[in-house]
């Protein structure tokens, strides 16, 4: 197993710290990318002997693997490894590590190097690898080890991984970003566009089926740049039919998608692929064509309208979900209500709605006209209440439909129902028997909220749609 061989590579680190049974606690902030890479991180620490602890507090090694994308996720670190200098001071032998999107940013890291001497360790996302060598160094000389280089043209296959879930699990299929949209800071920190090998990918799905999984979701800034960069002849939805011919893999998601790349082939292979959930998030971002090209979005709002027709005509009970920026520079009322528009008229099944963060050595950071907080706050108040009516609509069309839903568990506002999601990945609470885990159940929806759907199992042949 890549587990073993892994560990065999590192026997001599690992001699070093299995002795003192390390109890670790990992701290994610971020996306789905960012949980993926905290996966292989506990991976490691497990291959290297350490066991997973439920707190803080009892651990003696904290990770955090932080997020760059806004202002807030880097306040929120801060503000912690504040509170973690109280922990170290109790116990000096607590290793603290910082690795993610933030320390790949010189200036986060030498804020850390002079303000927060308590971190011990820090790694940058393209050395999780290093992570064992980084701690043996740590540990055996004492002193603090910053690690940042970037290495980011290689691609690490075979890290073990420990899965926070043992049915759904992430896969990362590209890494990085080339589309340089103007807030943001993801290619500067996560790199150009580098794609796995199909071979590696389908490897590690069909293990991931041998162990019992029944989703999968693949990961990537972009994935439908998949493969661009490969010398293999393959795109995206070569992949998705690849994947869907996996057997014990029921269910395959993906994010996200750049709507300027969305091709006719996609919406086919969601459209036939049976185990392709029929679901598409693809970020908006603006409804205004002129924000649009400020953002370096290479899309008009007619040409999104234009794409979810498309998708919509071919695919007419896909849920569709997006990405919203409120108060990108020179964004203005007019701007504003385009994006309102739009999503009053595509009608979102639901929407991540953010308010624009200026991030340093973005283009948008330097652009003139930076929109005053208390407008960004008013614009998106407005814009929740808006998609929130449209989310509670679509939930309430759904009254009576019977939807395939994945068995996930006991739900944790009331023990006496199960809980999982459906194809179009809304959440459906239902009373059932635990032993239904990991099992595509219909259920027949009867009541709704915002944000989620009630219902009742049905038999086989009791289906009236
Ligand atoms: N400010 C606010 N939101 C941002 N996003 C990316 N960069 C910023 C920023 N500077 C949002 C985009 C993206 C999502 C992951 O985060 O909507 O799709
Ligand atoms: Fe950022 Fe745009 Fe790349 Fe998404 S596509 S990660 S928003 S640069």
Redesign the pocket.
């Known amino acids: 197993m890549q587990e073993n061989i892994y560990a065999e590579e590192y026997s001599e680190i690992i001699k070093n710290i299995t002795a003192s049974g390390k109890k670790y606690y990992i701290f994610t902030i971020g ?1 789905q990318l960012n949980e993926n890479d905290s996966e292989k991180i506990a991976g490691i620490l497990s291959a290297l002997g350490c066991i997973k602890s439920e707190s803080a507090e009892r651990s003696d090694i904290i990770i955090y693997n932080t997020c760059a ?2 202002e807030n996720a880097e306040k929120k670190v801060f503000g912690h490894l504040g509170k973690l200098k109280k922990l170290k001071e109790d116990n000096p032998k607590l290793i603290l590590g910082l690795c993610g999107c933030m320390m790949n940013q010189p200036a986060s890291v030498e804020k850390v190097r002079n303000k927060y001497k308590h971190v011990d360790i820090i790694f940058g996302t393209q050395n999780i690898h290093l992570l064992p060598e980084i701690l043996f160094k740590h540990i055996s000389e004492n002193k603090r080890v910053f690690d940042v280089q970037n290495t980011q043209e290689i691609i690490r296959e075979g890290l073990p991984v420990i899965h926070e879930d043992d049915l759904k699990a992430w896969v990362t299929v590209i890494y990085g970003c080339n589309n340089y949209c103007t ?2 800071i993801v290619p500067y920190v996560r790199g150009k566009e580098r794609s796995r090998k199909t071979q590696d990918i389908l490897k590690e799905i069909r293990e991931l089926s041998d162990k019992g999984y029944k989703e999968i979701t693949l990961l990537g800034q972009n994935v439908n740049s998949y493969g661009k960069d490969l010398e293999e002849h393959t795109d995206f939805a070569e992949l998705l039919y690849n994947i869907n011919e996996i057997q014990g893999i029921e269910r395959i998601r993906f994010m ?1 998608s750049h709507p300027k790349d969305i091709s006719e082939k996609l919406i086919s292979v969601i459209k036939d692929c049976r185990k392709v959930c029929k679901h598409l998030h693809l ?1 908006l ?1 603006s409804g205004s064509t002129k924000v649009l090209s400020a953002m370096n979005r290479h899309y008009t709002g007619e040409q999104y309208l234009d794409i979810t027709d498309r998708v919509r005509t071919k695919i007419p009970d896909i849920s569709l979900t997006t ?1 919203i ?1 409120v108060g990108f520079p020179g964004e203005t009322d007019r701007d504003f209500a385009d994006t309102l528009a739009i999503m009053k008229s595509v009608r979102f099944d639901s929407a991540f709605t ?4 200026k ?1 340093t050595g973005t283009p948008a950071a330097r652009m003139q006209e930076q929109i005053p907080s208390e407008i960004i706050d008013r614009r998106f108040l407005e814009l929740l209440e808006v998609q929130n009516k449209i989310s509670r609509e679509k939930n309430e069309e759904m009254i009576g439909s019977v939807v395939e839903v994945l068995v996930e568990g006991i739900s944790k506002k009331n023990p006496l129902y199960l809980t999982g999601r459906s194809e179009g990945n809304k959440v459906v609470n239902f009373p059932g028997d635990t032993g239904f885990r990991g099992r595509i159940l219909p259920v027949k929806i009867n009541r709704v909220q915002t944000w989620s759907l009630e219902g009742n199992l049905i038999k086989t042949g009791e289906r009236s749609n």
């Open positions: 996306c994308v806004r807030y943001c996200t970020p971002q990405d920026i953010f308010k624009y963060s991030r």
